[in-house]
């Protein structure tokens, strides 16, 4: 019987198949980008999980599909008039978006499954592997609930739907990027309190910064005030101007100029804490914690630049998608740094060696 030596991986397959996942996950925010660029994300009116997997396949289909569309407002309001040919581009996008999410389940599953009869997971990584399935369960259920908002009164879909189908989407991801990280057996990184700490801060900020511009995307926020570094004349707005909505707390959500002087300010927050984080890093002579640190903070720059070509040019589709993918970028490093510091538990482990020829 041939077994499988210490000093190899054990879990190569998990690997590549967690790699393939996180992959199609990324492929999946950048597709919903562009639904929602595209302002396609209402063309498709009912939720069929099954069945919604096959598009209209006959000019009679196309047109009952037609027909369920012109019942909602946006139709009435914005697309009046609107042939079926261009009602067809607009359902592609959405379908295809659908149509990722139900892959994306099933190259999930289906691989999780085998490697459950096949045996060799720990229970710590079981537990984890359940709980990124069952998030991803909810996700399909986020997507129909934001779809929803935009189907009776609205003319797009509610932009507190549409962040928290968004956040959802990449903490599944960040929970897979970590877990990744944490089938490789490697000794913790000596390094002080302050830079565990603000490694941690890091991913936190870098997910309401994902928040707000989700924010900004379902508001169009984007395509209003295109200047740069002054917003509404000014580098920080007039507070009436800012906070004129009631109660206050609305503008937070609600109030265009608002949500996108929020997304500016905790940018530049997040720069300038990569940037410390990355001085205090090299200082350490941390290792690969410095080396990881100034990439974390090259990618928050590129960030940052595409983030004001995109603003300044009114909302390409090109950079937007581009902005949209580096954001992935910095959350994927930003986690990483945070695993390399964190501390590890002496007994935490995620693989052990089993026989090759060992089945369950």
Not at 94 to 99: A, D, T, V
Request: charged share 15%.
């Amino acid at each position: 019987m041939t077994t499988i030596s210490a000093s190899s991986d054990p879990h190569r397959a998990v690997r590549w198949w967690l790699i393939s996942v996180a992959a199609l996950i990324a492929l999946m925010v950048l597709v919903g980008g562009a639904t929602r660029l595209t302002e396609s994300g209402l063309s498709i009116v009912e939720w069929k999980p099954v069945t919604g997997s096959v598009p209209p396949l006959t000019e009679t289909q196309w047109t009952e599909a037609f027909e369920a569309y012109k019942k909602i407002p946006q139709y009435r309001q914005l697309n009046a008039g609107m042939s079926l040919s261009d009602f067809k581009t607009i359902f592609w996008w959405e379908w295809s978006h659908r149509l990722l999410g139900r892959f994306i389940g099933v190259a999930y599953l289906l691989p999780f499954l085998f490697f459950l009869w096949r045996g060799g997971l720990s229970s710590e990584l079981k537990r984890r592997l359940w709980l990124l399935f069952g998030l991803g369960a909810l996700q399909g259920a986020v997507g129909w609930w934001m779809v929803a908002s935009g189907l009776s009164e609205r003319v797009e879909v509610s932009q507190y739907r549409l962040a928290t189908h968004l956040v959802l989407a990449l903490l599944i991801f960040a929970g897979i990027v970590w877990t990744l990280r944490r089938l490789g057996a490697r000794q913790g990184i000596v390094v002080s309190v302050r830079l565990k700490f603000t490694s941690a801060v890091l991913v936190v900020v870098t997910f309401v910064q994902l928040y707000l511009g989700a924010l900004v995307a379902g508001l169009r926020a984007g395509r209003a005030y295109n200047t740069w570094p002054e917003i509404d004349g000014a580098f920080i707005p007039s507070g009436a101007r800012l906070w004129f909505e009631t109660p206050w707390w609305r503008n937070l959500f609600d109030n265009v100029l608002t949500v996108q002087f929020e997304h500016r300010m905790t940018a530049y927050a997040l720069f300038a804490l990569a940037l410390l984080h990355a001085i205090d890093a090299v200082r350490s002579r941390a290792g690969t914690a410095a080396s990881g640190a100034v990439w974390l903070f090259a990618a928050v720059s590129l960030q940052a630049a595409l983030g004001i070509l995109t603003l300044l040019n009114q909302v390409p589709m090109g950079l937007a998608l581009a902005h949209q993918a580096v954001a992935i970028l910095v959350l994927t490093l930003a986690v990483m740094q945070a695993e390399r510091l964190a501390a590890r538990r002496s007994t935490e482990t995620y693989s052990r060696v089993v026989p090759a020829s060992q089945a369950g």
